[in-house]
């Protein structure tokens, strides 16, 4: 039988936003960034309160269907409890739907809320599970999880019937490596994004990659002089250009000035990691351009913090 949690019971969490892919580790790379998201959570009495500030406050909805409100319910289920009522509130600095993890954080922030109000029953892997299950793949999940960077993966049931299970294992980053994100003024939708992709690659292309995320890898945790290799790609950012050509433009420029570029997740979010700052002048062009420039250290070597209970 389940344990209802006494009224009056809070957490607050805060979640780090990531970039996915770090350009070849496609669905598989990713780290976390020191930009965060904060989530309050109070057992009430009886129905839902959700309180937004910040980033999204004027689109994201204020129901059961808000993503962290899904979450809060699914980590309760897992550990076994319920509530009588809750009053949740998101005070969000990451960017909506810009390849900065924000879907991610979200779903990590409710299942660590609801594991701070049931006294921390879930495993470490059990976090990574359901906040990747909202997603489909755990590599943003996983980095904002576990902090630093992540290498992940997905094992995919041979009775086609099971849930996948979602696995991360966390990676330490050269602390000289920061990043810099160019953050453009519009959305991308994971999905449409992913519809440009081929259905089928070359055994070359393929085997490019491979080689590019066993270089990157290595590179940001003990040789970031290797960063730009590492972060060359073949599989998904060619195909994406069409369809975010600013995105791609200054992804070119970048590299083609020795730095370290490449789309974060499905973009639109330009990413470079180095270990010495950019170029202001490139900075400032950027920002007359319409991008938002924000310069980040990688968050680690925890993701979620419990603030209170």
Not at 43 to 54: N, R, S, T
Not at 137 to 161: C, F, M, R, Y
Request: net charge negative; hydrophobic share 40%.
């Amino acid at each position: 039988m389940s344990t209802e949690l006494e009224i009056g019971r809070r957490v607050r969490v805060k979640v780090p936003a990531s970039s996915a892919n770090l350009g070849p580790g496609f669905d598989t790379l990713g780290i976390a960034l020191s930009l965060y998201d904060t989530v309050e959570v109070e057992v009430i009495d009886q129905g839902l309160v959700v309180e937004i500030y910040g980033e999204g406050e004027d689109v994201l909805p204020r129901d059961a269907t808000h993503l962290v409100v899904k979450a809060i319910y699914s980590g309760l289920k897992a550990a076994d409890v319920t509530a009588p009522g809750l009053k949740v509130t998101c005070t969000n600095a990451i960017p909506q739907s810009r390849g900065l993890g924000s879907s991610a954080s979200a779903a990590v922030a409710g299942i660590a809320a609801a594991q701070g109000l049931a006294g921390f029953p879930l495993t470490q892997q059990q976090v990574v599970q359901l906040s990747s299950a909202f997603e489909g793949h755990p590599d943003n999940a996983g980095a904002s999880a576990l902090g630093s960077g992540v290498v992940s993966w997905t094992e995919i049931p041979v009775d086609g019937q099971s849930q996948p299970e979602y696995r991360a294992v966390s990676i330490p980053v050269h602390p000289d490596i920061h990043a810099t994100a160019l953050v453009p003024d519009f959305h991308a939708s994971t999905q449409a994004v992913r519809r440009v992709l081929p259905s089928h690659v070359t055994h070359i292309d393929a085997r490019f990659n491979v080689s590019r995320t066993a270089v990157m890898t290595v590179a940001i945790q003990h040789h970031p002089e290797l960063l730009w290799e590492g972060t060359r790609d073949r599989l998904h950012q060619p195909y994406r250009s069409d369809v975010l050509p600013v995105t791609a433009e200054w992804v070119n420029r970048l590299r083609n000035r020795g730095y370290a570029a490449y789309l974060s997740g499905a973009g639109p979010t330009i990413m470079v990691l180095s270990t010495e700052p950019v170029d202001p002048e490139i900075l400032e062009d950027a920002q007359a351009a319409g991008l938002k420039v924000l310069e980040l250290d990688i968050a680690g070597p925890v993701g979620i913090e419990v603030l209170n209970t």
